[in-house]
Nanobody, 115 residues
Framework: QVQLVESGGGLVQAGGSLRLSCVAS????????MGWYRQLPGKQHELVAT???????NYADSVEGRFTISRDYTRTTLYLQMHDLRPEDTAVYYC?????????WGQGTQVTVSS
């Protein structure tokens, strides 16, 4: 079992920055890929960014150049540094971890960008 706890969400003006964190605990030794997803109002979850155990990263086109995903492999902590935030980034952001065939999710943290 893996537990994921996100933090760092909040209200920010357009053009501002936020840093999201996700701390993993439990049976963390076999975690491979970690990532961030978000759910916009009335829509399904969409992938924001992922990072593999080897450090390879992928970003959605809508956030590339503005967001940076990183991972502390010793403490198994995931980060999402967000710059130049836009109102269309407003969503609930979820931390995700894959361990073999099992997928784990955090509870989500709300990010609201005002204009």
């Amino acid at each position: 079992q893996v537990q994921l706890v996100e933090s760092g969400g909040g209200l920010v003006q357009a053009g501002g920055s936020l840093r999201l964190s996700c701390v993993a605990s439990g049976n963390i030794g076999s975690i491979d890929v970690m990532g961030w997803y978000r759910q916009l109002p009335g829509k399904q979850h969409e992938l924001v960014a992922t990072i593999t155990s080897s450090g390879s990263t992928n970003y959605a086109d809508s956030v590339e150049g503005r967001f940076t995903i990183s991972r502390d492999y010793t403490r198994t902590t995931l980060y999402l540094q967000m710059h130049d935030l836009r109102p269309e980034d407003t969503a609930v952001y979820y931390c995700n971890a894959v361990s073999g065939y099992e997928t784990y999710w955090g509870q989500g943290t709300q990010v609201t960008v005002s204009s």
